[in-house]
């Protein structure tokens, strides 16, 4: 018997845990830790070990598909389904134009190298301004953030939770999902770390989460941190503890920061967070003392309604108090390719278009606005190709959704599975796994606390049919009779692009391919933000963006509103669990044993009794956008008038994923709203934290 172990990375999520697959007789049989990794040190969590329960899942598809008769799929093979899908995509645009097709790009792609560059160039032949993404769920905020403030998108420094005095974490539960827009393996050892270094570590939550435990947890209505921080800026302020040289040398539109920031005295913002104002002023007070302070936040503050907002104060408190590019603060990680200077300047007032949905930022347009689009009177989108992606699970007003797929002449699904979406697919095409491709773990780049790269061969041949995404883009492209890397031969070179990047810090792409081993970089280092990584045009950190106009009058209006709706609205969040990522794991029965077969509404106690609901009890959930009906379960941790719900579920009716449809839970998202107004102007980022929604107990 032939049995090998393979060293490869996990691309579920961002620390890209090093991992050592078994192959046996050509099959992956089994994943563990990668104990020799330099870096992740042999941590890896259940979700990136169950990724061979994927691989092995029996409802992959392994095959073109088309839907035939009746609804039937009928297999096809590739050269079939790429001249008939070419060919649909040819009339529909000859038809109607360019803009009546349109892509959505699901999360998985971040972690694929070479299918986001596959995606864009098909985009851009394709024509169409119509590109839609799952970023606009989650994180599309700190790019405009960033960009905002330091002049490129891809500025994100982190903190230095091996040398910081003071971490404060808005949004975030590292436990369960091992960190976003900060790669780093084991978050929660290097937390314990930092305790026991006598660090001081504040969570601040609308729950008390599973990260906790190290730290202390600051109890926040949702969708209120951007006042939380408002408040602290103001009591650093009125405290005289800012860093009054770095705001002068090297700020702009201070005067303008520290005018919205006053607008909201500790007292004053307390009255829609609910942290109470000496907890505030204790915060601003450690904040000040520390030697090296450093701050983060991630999607619970992402989802909310002014996430760009939240992320320029979360920027200012590192700034102004002088700990960005301090050690101890928050430092910009380069990796193996320093990607803001290469990239260059981006004006942010250069970043919006006027469309027709009114005035966005440009680039992938709001998810939120993808069943509008296609359910719009006047050119509709009327073919759509959804790449590893599930929008009906993603995105806000299910309901809305479903009548919109059910509308297109064509809907294509690139996919692992024929997931919820793609049962409106006409066509299904089976795209590789992460063990059945080779790749690099560049989604970390500019985010590694430790930075290092990593070359995976494909640990086993694709199953079946299963192909590359970049390999189907080139098919589809010579189909449309657009220029294709396949045009030069069956097997191009489709990695120079890496093999540039590295080459410019005097690395080779072969050699790290030939050596095995993760090659390791120049770890966090301050001293070279201001000097050397600062993107905006007078190398200062724009403090106030004048583009913030309108969001901090509406900032003022949204505060106004939580005033008058006082704190006893009930509000839905989105509680992530260590089961689930996204809609990934719905069809592994290894996730879903026990009681975690169905998502359940977490409600605290009080907010339970009031409603009469005993645990485990039935409840709907309901509000202008839908209703959801399951069970409860009463959870002490929820600050009062918080009710939380995993996403991710909402199967039922999924034939293509057996178990999921057995397991289905409810979709989260059918609360939520969608179309215009239900996004952020300045990011595109839709709201999903802090909905309204009523609960009642069921008889
Ligand atoms: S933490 Fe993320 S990258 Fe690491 S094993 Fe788990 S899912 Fe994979």
């Given at each position: ?178 960190g976003s827009f900060i790669s780093i393996a084991d978050p929660m050892k290097s937390l314990k770390d930092a305790r026991k270094r006598g660090a001081k570590l504040y969570f601040v939550n609308p729950r008390e989460t599973e990260s906790a ?448 449809a057995r397991t289905p839970g409810v979709n989260a998202n059918a609360l939520l709203p969608s179309g215009l107004d239900s996004f952020e102007p300045l990011s595109s980022q839709a709201f999903m934290t802090g909905i309204p929604v009523e ?5």
């Amino acid at each position: 018997m032939s049995e090998r172990d393979v060293r490869t990375f996990c691309r579920v999520c961002e620390p890209a845990c090093g991992l050592v697959a078994t192959v046996r007789e050509g099959e992956l049989v089994k994943l563990a830790p990668d104990r020799a990794h330099p870096v992740t040190r042999g941590f890896a969590c259940n979700k990136g070990l169950a990724g061979v329960e994927i691989h092995k899942d029996p409802d992959r598809l392994n095959f073109p598909v088309r839907r035939g008769e009746a609804g039937r799929g009928e297999r096809v093979t590739w050269d079939a389904a790429v001249e008939q899908i070419g060919a649909q995509l040819r009339a529909i645009r000859e038809s109607h134009g360019p803009n009546a097709a349109a892509m959505y790009i699901g999360n998985p792609t971040a972690f694929n190298t070479l299918a986001g560059p596959a995606m864009g160039a098909f985009g851009a032949q394709l024509g169409s301004k119509r590109t839609f993404s799952s970023g606009t769920q989650d994180c599309a905020n700190k790019f405009a953030g960033s960009e905002a403030v330091f002049g490129s998108s891809t500025m994100h420094p982190i903190p230095d939770l091996q040398h910081t005095d003071f971490l404060l974490v808005f949004g975030a539960n590292p436990r369960v999902s091992h960190g976003s827009f900060i790669s780093i393996a084991d978050p929660m050892k290097s937390l314990k770390d930092a305790r026991k270094r006598g660090a001081k570590l504040y969570f601040v939550n609308p729950r008390e989460t599973e990260s906790a435990e190290p730290g202390e947890t600051i109890l926040i209505r949702p969708d209120t941190d951007l006042y939380l921080m408002a408040a602290l800026l103001h009591e650093l302020d009125r405290t005289d503890s800012l860093d009054r040289e770095a705001l002068a040398t090297r700020g702009s539109h201070v005067a303008e920061l520290l005018a919205f920031a006053a607008r909201y005295p500790a007292e004053r913002a307390a009255r829609v967070t609910g942290v109470p104002a000496d907890t505030v002023r204790r915060l601003a007070r450690e904040l000040a003392a520390a030697r090296g302070a450093s701050v983060h936040m991630s999607t619970g503050v992402n989802m909310g309604r002014q996430g760009t907002l939240a992320y320029w104060l979360l920027h200012m408190l590192s700034f102004a108090t002088g700990n960005l590019d301090r050690r101890g603060g928050n430092i910009l990680s380069v990796g193996f390719y320093p990607a803001a200077r290469a990239a260059g300047r981006r004006e942010f007032a250069q970043s919006f278009a006027d469309t027709e949905y009114g005035r966005l930022r440009k680039g992938t347009l709001p998810g939120n606005l993808l069943a509008d689009a296609i359910l719009a009177k006047e050119n509709p989108v009327r073919a759509l190709v959804v790449v590893a992606g599930n929008p009906l699970l993603s995105i806000g007003g299910e309901s809305r959704m479903r009548e919109a797929l059910g509308k297109l002449d064509l809907l294509v699904c690139i996919d692992l599975y024929k997931n919820a979406t793609g049962e409106y697919a006409h066509w299904l095409l089976p795209s590789t796994d992460m063990f059945e491709r080779a790749d690099v773990n560049i989604t970390g780049l500019g985010l590694q606390h430790e930075p290092w790269l990593q070359w995976s061969d494909a640990v086993v041949a694709p199953r079946g049919e299963r192909r590359e995404e970049w390999w189907i883009f080139a098919r589809l492209s010579q189909a449309l009779g657009f220029k294709s890397p396949l045009d030069s031969g069956p097997a191009p070179d489709v990695w120079g692009r890496i093999a540039h990047m590295l080459k410019s810090r005097g690395h080779s792409l072969d050699a790290v391919r030939a050596s095995g081993e993760p090659l390791v970089f120049e770890p966090l280092t301050p001293g070279k933000f201001f000097a050397e990584q600062l993107q905006t045009a007078d190398g200062k950190v724009d403090c106030c963006p004048p583009e913030f106009a309108d969001a901090l009058a509406r900032a003022e209006r949204i505060f106004a509103e939580l005033e008058r709706e006082g704190l006893g609205k009930l509000k839905l969040i989105t509680r992530r669990d260590a089961y689930m990522h996204n809609s990934w794991y719905a069809n592994v029965p290894a996730m879903k044993r026990g009681d975690r077969d169905r998502n359940r509404l977490y409600i605290h106690p009080d907010d339970a009794r009031e409603r009469e609901l005993a645990e485990g009890a039935k409840a709907r959930v309901a509000n202008a956008h839908g209703a959801v009906e399951l069970e409860v379960t009463h959870d002490g941790g929820l600050m009062r008038g918080v009710v939380a719900l995993t996403h991710g579920w909402g199967n039922r009716g999924s034939t293509g994923m057996s178990f999921a449809a057995r397991t289905p839970g409810v979709n989260a998202n059918a609360l939520l709203p969608s179309g215009l107004d239900s996004f952020e102007p300045l990011s595109s980022q839709a709201f999903m934290t802090g909905i309204p929604v009523e609960v009642e107990a069921l008889a």
